[in-house]
C-alpha cells in the first residue's frame, strides 16, 4: 500500500508558475514510476508526466512539453511537477500516481495506476 499525498496546487495568473509535490508514505516508493495526471470539469482524466523509479527517464504528455519538468528526490519519497508559462486551460485537479507499469515511450494509462493521490486543484485565471 502507498499513501500520496498532493500539495502546491493553488489560483495563479496566466504565464505565472506553480511546483506541485506529492509526499509517498507506507511503501516502497522507488518500486514505482511517479505520474502526473489532470482533470478538467467534465473531461476525463489524461496523463501529463512520468518519471521512472531512478529519476532518470521522463516522458511528457504534448500539453507538458516545454514547460512542464516532472522530477523526484527518493530520499524524500517525494515528485514534483515544476509548471510553468501556465495557461486558462491548465485548471484541472492534478493527480499523483504510482505505478509498476513503465511503457518507454509511451503514457501512463489510469488503468495502469496502482495508487492514487486525493489531487490538488490548480486553477489558472487569464
Known amino acids: 500500500q502507498v499513501r500520496l499525498v498532493e500539495s502546491g496546487g493553488g489560483l495563479v495568473q496566466a504565464g505565472g508558475s506553480l511546483r506541485l509535490s506529492c509526499v509517498a508514505s507506507e511503501g516502497s516508493f522507488t518500486f514505482y514510476a511517479m505520474n502526473w495526471f489532470r482533470q478538467a470539469p467534465g473531461k476525463e482524466r489524461e496523463f501529463v508526466s512520468r518519471?521512472?523509479?531512478?529519476?532518470?527517464?521522463?516522458y511528457y504528455a504534448d500539453l507538458a512539453k516545454g514547460r512542464f519538468t516532472i522530477s523526484r528526490d527518493n530520499a524524500r519519497n517525494t515528485v514534483y511537477l515544476q509548471m510553468d508559462r501556465l495557461k486558462p486551460e491548465d485548471t484541472a485537479v492534478y493527480y499523483c500516481?504510482?505505478?509498476?507499469?513503465?511503457?518507454?515511450?509511451?503514457?501512463?494509462?489510469?488503468?495502469?495506476?496502482?495508487?492514487w493521490g486525493q489531487g490538488t486543484q490548480v486553477t489558472v485565471s487569464s
Open positions: 500516481a504510482a505505478s509498476r507499469v513503465l511503457r518507454i515511450d509511451l503514457p501512463t494509462r489510469s488503468d495502469e495506476v496502482d495508487y
Open positions: 518519471v521512472s523509479w531512478s529519476g532518470d527517464n521522463t
